[in-house]
């Protein structure tokens, strides 16, 4: 029987146990995106998880647009990032960074007065935060089909920085409405050319930039995030269970470490609609599976037992539990996260959630 305690092979590494920390913003970079050294403390603090993924992190100039949220495009970035990995590492742990191209829900006051990118000029419902405050989302502008291939190629760059810069790997965010999710999902991609329209032409951004970003480094140092039905920044599909399959099914070729898969369990405060589209993921891809969303220790476990997947991905849970291997280990009592403080600036709520032996 698979336990969270067991150890994996995933790609190029072996994870000690099977609790990977989430991506999780938190907006503590320097406002141009440096990472800064609270970052270091707060990822060496989590090193025991068998894996931390980082949160997003812009790969290119256009990509940015939320405050205080890292970048991996500048020649300081790649020193900066170093001092976080060399924690990690030092303290035992894995770490993966996450790429992240914002597309649309980006701001023109992140980009010097220019419109966001998209597939389509489709603005989303909702406000971007910028740094002169909360303001309506603008309409993006439709990338052209060469923009399309300078922006795969910024993640090739982004990749071989990521690599520099000591990470073990990278996971390629196409999740939550931001770029590559936007091609995805039929709302936000309206596209008439080659990138839009049937279901292949809306999954090929993806598997452009998956093939980029394996060139650039290696297939078992690269995984990539879904979320087929998650509504976050105004996205749906008239057929998620379609067109995710279908994705699952063409990334079979490229032996990625893994495929994450957000995708909110019934009654959790990311429940998503029925019926689940991870099952029929879970049949198509044929390599290891991540899944996340609303998941704790019983609900991982069963779903490890059941062989509903390979890897559990914990987010706010690792937010509030630097240790929290350790705590699930014992069965101790967890810390309570707080969400005032996940997107705040400074230490609180950020590197002073106390480790069991801080407590004893
Ligand atoms: C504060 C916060 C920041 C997040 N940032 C990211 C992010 O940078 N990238 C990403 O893919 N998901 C992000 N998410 C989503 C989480 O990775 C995760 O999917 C979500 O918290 C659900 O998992 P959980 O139920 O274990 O918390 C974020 C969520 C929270 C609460």
């Known amino acids: 029987m698979t336990t969270l305690f067991d150890s994996i092979k995933v790609g190029a590494l072996t994870l000690p146990n099977r609790m990977v920390m989430a991506p999780l913003t938190r907006g503590r970079a320097e406002s141009d995106g440096t990472p800064t050294e609270i970052m270091v403390e707060y990822y060496r603090q989590r090193a025991t998880a068998g894996l931390i993924i980082s949160e997003a992190t812009s790969i290119s100039p256009f990509g940015v647009g939320w405050v205080n949220a890292p970048t991996i495009f500048k020649p300081e970035d790649i020193t900066n990032w170093q001092?976080?990995?060399?924690?990690?590492?030092?303290?035992?742990?894995?770490?993966?960074?996450?790429?992240?191209?914002?597309?649309?829900?980006?701001?023109?006051?992140?980009?010097?007065?220019?419109q966001p990118v998209g597939p389509s000029a489709i603005a989303a419902i909702g406000d971007a935060h910028t740094p002169l405050g909360k303001k309506p989302y603008v309409t993006p502008r439709e990338l052209t089909v060469e923009e399309i291939h300078a922006t795969v190629a910024d993640y090739a760059t982004a990749t071989k920085n990521a690599r520099e810069a000591g990470?073990?790997?990278?996971?390629?965010?196409?999740?939550?409405?931001?770029?590559?999710?936007?091609?995805?999902?039929?709302?936000?991609?309206?596209?008439?050319?080659?990138?839009?329209?049937?279901?292949?032409?809306?999954?090929r951004f993806m598997l452009e930039v998956v093939e980029a970003v394996v060139s650039a480094w290696s297939a078992d140092r690269v995984g990539i995030r879904i979320s087929p039905v998650n509504p976050y920044n105004d996205m749906s599909d008239s057929d998620p269970i379609g067109l995710f399959t279908y994705a699952a099914e063409q990334l079979n070729k490229f032996q990625l470490a893994y495929l994450h898969v957000l995708e909110g369990l019934p009654g959790s405060a990311m429940a998503g609609p029925e019926p689940r589209v991870t099952p029929h993921?879970?049949?198509?891809?044929?390599?290891?599976?991540?899944?996340?969303?609303?998941?704790?220790?019983?609900?991982?476990?069963?779903?490890?037992?059941?062989?509903?997947?390979?890897?559990?991905?914990?987010?706010?849970?690792?937010?509030?539990?630097?240790?929290?291997?350790?705590?699930?280990?014992?069965?101790?009592?967890?810390?309570?996260?707080?969400?005032?403080?996940?997107?705040?600036?400074?230490?609180?709520?950020?590197?002073?959630?106390?480790a069991l032996t801080a407590v004893a």
Do not use: C
Not at 98 to 107: D, T
Not at 313 to 330: C, M, Q
């Open 281 to 354: 993921i879970r049949r198509t891809y044929n390599g290891i599976l991540m899944v996340n969303g609303g998941y704790n220790q019983e609900l991982g476990a069963e779903a490890l037992e059941n062989n509903e997947a390979d890897l559990i991905a914990y987010g706010t849970l690792f937010i509030a539990n630097p240790d929290l291997v350790e705590r699930f280990r014992k069965g101790t009592s967890l810390n309570t996260p707080d969400s005032h403080t996940f997107y705040t600036p400074g230490e609180k709520g950020y590197i002073d959630y106390p």
């Open 83 to 114: 001092t976080v990995t060399d924690a990690v590492h030092q303290a035992g742990g894995r770490i993966f960074l996450q790429l992240w191209h914002m597309g649309r829900v980006s701001h023109p006051d992140f980009l010097n007065g220019q």
């Open 167 to 203: 990470f073990d790997g990278v996971e390629i965010h196409g999740a939550n409405g931001y770029l590559i999710d936007e091609f995805l999902r039929d709302s936000a991609n309206q596209r008439n050319d080659e990138y839009g329209g049937t279901i292949q032409n809306r999954v």
